[in-house]
């Protein structure tokens, strides 16, 4: 077992990156032997996952999100809290998010505003979740058209992950969260060149260069937010290529992951950068470089500026 | 003009209140120039005081909530939200609550969660939340048939208010912000020397008594508060009376008043802290004397025992 722990300001948050996931049961039952404990669980990790889970999932403790868009909604957020009610869950029970993205911003809101909050643990099960949504406190919900619009800022006491989840995730979803991961190479120097130098755009990493990637992009996220925990200031450079990549999410009718988005979205941002004298030539065909060692979407090049540009007027995510 | 600061952990809370309307409507105007401001204003004082405020409200910034329980939903919630989404309204905008505890509780809950969270002003205009709701950030709404079950913990910016508002103040409700004033009395052994030397049970007090009670009552939930922000041990002595109280409120369907309640409450823990032997005999006298000059609702005696015990268990409040 291999733990990373990253310390943040207040001192109070753990990420955990474990080998294994029986580690990830381990320490999960360590809080449930001395706590009451619900979990909120997407259902494709579900299906995946509850063998190995059944020592701890029962129906008055369990329930399954449909990780979709769709319930990414109050309705679901409503589920949940009648779920917690029937279950007599109370502000001092854990609520354990166990999911992707979808699963952990819906899961989470619920959490935060449920008795004005309970104790919450997140369990990123996708590439994305374990270096970017599971880590600053971000929560929400979709309303009517608008995409995260409703939710607070309320984090985890710990985030709780293994790189072994990976293994069962697809390989488009592995590239989006690679799309986060390239993003942070883009904010620490150090990091990009490491990326530089042992990234080939293959998919499929040896288990300790997974583990490094993700500890450090943890890290690397964390302490930017832990500098702007609101999304005031410092936290925007996290957005790096999303105005960009929202855009082209928008105009494929969100068929292309988000993280997808990003990749295309930071190559897009470097071209312009550089346009406006702001990134050198050499700093440019490096980026690009590492970036063009990822594959996305060949659609992607047929979008038409203009209704790129459009969809970036309307953009009122995030 | 009169104003008391109160200084927050965090520095960044005000209180000021002010001994005119006008002056509350001029400190509004200083935001208003550099910001574009959202009211949520109580009906009752819309009726009362829009001609006075019309140079501030105008359709597209001015939502008026009907102050009853019934209003205090996720309904209301998304009024607000649909309110805010047709005006444009963003993170950098301050929503300015105008009201008593229902408005102060919905309206704060919908500027916490709308795109994570929007700036916050409280204006209390009734006494209980001048000394009570608008102080320490608790939001909420009723969900179902539990009261204030879902929410959040958003302090405002600034709480702005004036004494004045009390003049349209039914007595009853002068009544039920008593309570609160006369629970901090019981907290503070200083208060309640004042309070036992120069309350004779009016309500109808001057103008610079009124100012002493409200700014000592504020500054007291204030200390408590920021001793204990998410309500954990410390903030627990702010339910004093109030187990009781909640009984005495849900045996009367909610006829009999929060703060009236309450009074009525520590009596109630009163006696039983003389019971069970940790009050002694003159400390309870001198209590009971304090409390007895307030006369509540006659019905509240005729209460049985046993209908207030049974309320008392299935307290879930709060």
Request: charged share 20%; hydrophobic share 35%; glycine share 8%.
């Amino acid at each position: 077992m291999r733990n990373i722990t990253i310390e943040s300001n207040n001192g109070s948050f753990n990420y955990s990156l474990i080998s294994s996931i029986e580690g990830v049961i381990g320490k999960i039952e360590g809080i449930l032997n001395s706590h009451s404990c619900f979990y909120i669980v997407d259902s494709n990790v579900h299906k995946i996952y509850h063998n190995q889970f059944k020592h701890l999932f029962n129906q008055k403790n369990c329930f399954v999100l449909n990780a979709t868009e769709e319930y990414k909604s109050f309705d679901s957020i409503y589920r949940i809290y009648d779920f917690l009610l029937e279950n007599n869950a109370d502000r001092s029970s854990y609520i354990i998010v166990i999911g992707g993205g979808i699963t952990g911003d819906t899961g989470s809101f619920a959490a935060s505003s449920f008795m004005r909050g309970t104790r919450l643990i997140h369990v990123p099960t996708t590439l994305l979740a374990m270096v970017d949504s599971s880590i600053g406190g971000k929560t929400g919900v979709n309303y009517k058209k608008y995409k995260n619009f409703i939710g607070s800022f309320y984090e985890p006491e710990q985030v709780i992950t293994s790189s072994k989840f990976l293994s069962t995730l697809k390989q488009e979803d592995v590239l989006s969260g690679m799309g986060e991961v390239l993003k942070y190479a883009l904010i620490d120097s150090n990091f990009f060149d490491y990326c530089f130098s042992w990234l080939d755009g293959s998919l499929d990493l040896p288990e300790d260069d997974l583990l490094y990637l993700i500890g450090k992009s943890a890290q690397i996220k964390n302490d930017v937010v832990t500098q702007d925990k609101k999304d005031l200031k410092m936290r925007h450079s996290l957005n790096l290529g999303h105005t960009f990549g929202h855009a082209i999410e928008s105009v494929s009718g969100f068929s292309v992951k988000h993280g997808i988005g990003v990749i295309a979205g930071m190559r897009g941002a470097t071209y312009l950068a550089n346009k406006m004298g702001i990134m050198e030539d050499k700093v440019m065909e490096k980026v690009l470089d590492l970036l063009g060692r990822y594959k996305v979407d060949e659609k992607i090049n047929t979008y038409s500026t203009d209704s790129i540009y459009l969809a970036m007027q309307g953009d009122k995510r995030e």
